[in-house]
C-alpha cells in the first residue's frame, strides 16, 4: 500500500512539474498555430477553442482532472485525442527498447562469458578495449556510422523510417551497442573475479565441464549484479531512444515529445513526459520484485 501510494505521488508529482516546465518554454502555442499575419480576431479565437485564455489555475485543474480520468485533451495542432497519438507511439518506443534489451543480453553475457572462458589476457584486453571505445561513442555519432556502413555502402538496411521489418535493425542496434558492450565487460569482469570462489572451485573438483561451470554456476552467481546494471542502463536507453528515434525518424514518444515541444503543443508534451516517467518508475518496481525473487535475504 505504502508503495502504491509512493508510486501516485511520484507520477503526480512529473506531470504537475511538465505542466509548469512546458509553460516557461518561449513562445506561444497560438501563435504558431496562427501564423504570421492572422488577425488578433483569429488569435482570441483559437486561445477560446483552446482553453488558453482561461487563467493559470484554471488550466491546472482541468489538468489534473484529466490525468484522473486518464484522458489528456486533443492536441493542439493535429486536433486529435492525445491518447491515441501517444499509444501507437508508445509502442514503437517499447518495440525498440525492449528489441534493443534483448540483442544486449543474448550477445553481451555469452561474449563476456566466452571471452573469459578463453582466459586468454590478449584476447581480453582487445575485447575490453573495443567494449569501451564503442561504450564512449554517443548514439549521435554512432547511428550515422551505422547507416554510413550499412545503408549507403552495403544497402542492407534502409536508411530511416517504418517501411519494412528491416527498418528497426539499425536504431535498435544503435541503442543496444552500448548496453551490449556495457554487460560485456560486466560479465567478463565478475567471471574472472568469481573463478577461484569456492562453489566454482567445488564444481571443478567434481569434474563438472567448463562449459556447464560458466554458464551455470557463474551465471547464476552473477546474476544480481547484472540485473541491476541492466535495470541502471534502462533508464539511459529511453534517454537514447529519443535521440535515436529523431535520426531514423521512428515514430516513438520520443520524436512525437520533440516534435510538440517545437509546436509548443503542451497537451502531447506534458502526456509523452508523464509516459516516460511512469515507465521509469515502472521499471524500478520490476526490477525490485527480480531482485526479491533472486535474492530471498532482500525480502
Not at 84 to 102: C, E
Not at 144 to 169: A, T
Request: glycine share 6%; hydrophobic share 55%.
Amino acid at each position: 500500500m505504502k508503495k502504491t501510494i509512493h508510486f501516485f505521488l511520484l507520477v503526480l508529482s512529473v506531470y504537475l512539474l511538465s505542466f509548469f516546465l512546458v509553460r516557461l518554454i518561449p513562445g506561444d502555442p497560438v501563435d504558431i498555430l496562427a501564423g504570421i499575419g492572422n488577425s488578433s480576431v483569429d488569435v482570441t479565437l483559437i486561445k477560446q477553442q483552446l482553453g488558453l485564455e482561461q487563467s493559470f489555475f484554471s488550466q491546472l485543474k482541468i489538468a489534473i482532472k484529466n490525468l484522473v480520468l486518464f484522458d489528456f485533451g486533443l492536441s493542439i495542432h493535429q486536433g486529435l485525442s492525445v491518447n491515441d497519438i501517444i499509444k501507437p507511439a508508445l509502442l514503437n518506443t517499447y518495440t525498440l527498447a525492449v528489441t534493443a534489451v534483448i540483442i544486449s543480453i543474448l550477445i553481451g553475457i555469452p561474449l563476456g562469458l566466452f571471452v573469459s572462458l578463453t582466459e586468454k589476457n590478449e584476447i581480453i584486453n582487445i575485447v575490453k578495449k573495443i567494449c569501451n571505445i564503442i561504450i564512449a561513442i554517443p548514439s549521435f555519432i554512432l547511428a550515422p556510422i551505422l547507416i554510413l556502413v550499412f545503408s549507403m555502402q552495403l544497402n542492407w538496411f534502409p536508411v530511416s523510417g517504418m517501411d519494412s521489418y528491416l527498418s528497426i535493425v539499425l536504431p535498435s542496434l544503435t541503442l543496444a551497442l552500448g548496453l551490449l558492450c556495457y554487460l560485456a565487460n560486466m560479465t567478463l569482469e565478475c567471471a574472472n573475479d568469481l573463478k577461484e570462489n569456492a562453489i566454482i572451485t567445488t564444481a571443478r573438483s567434481k569434474g563438472l565441464r567448463v562449459e556447464k561451470i560458466y554458464f551455470v554456476h557463474i551465471l547464476r552467481l552473477i546474476s544480481l549484479p547484472l540485473v541491476t546494471a541492466i535495470g541502471m542502463q534502462l533508464g539511459g536507453l529511453l534517454s537514447g531512444a529519443i535521440i535515436t528515434e529523431m535520426i531514423f525518424s521512428w515514430d516513438g514518444v520520443g520524436k512525437i515529445l520533440i516534435d510538440s515541444i517545437h509546436q509548443r503543443d503542451y497537451p502531447i508534451t506534458q502526456a509523452a513526459i508523464f509516459f516516460i516517467a511512469i515507465t521509469f518508475v515502472a521499471i524500478n518496481f520490476i526490477l525490485e520484485f527480480i531482485y526479491r525473487k533472486l535474492d530471498p535475504r532482500i525480502r
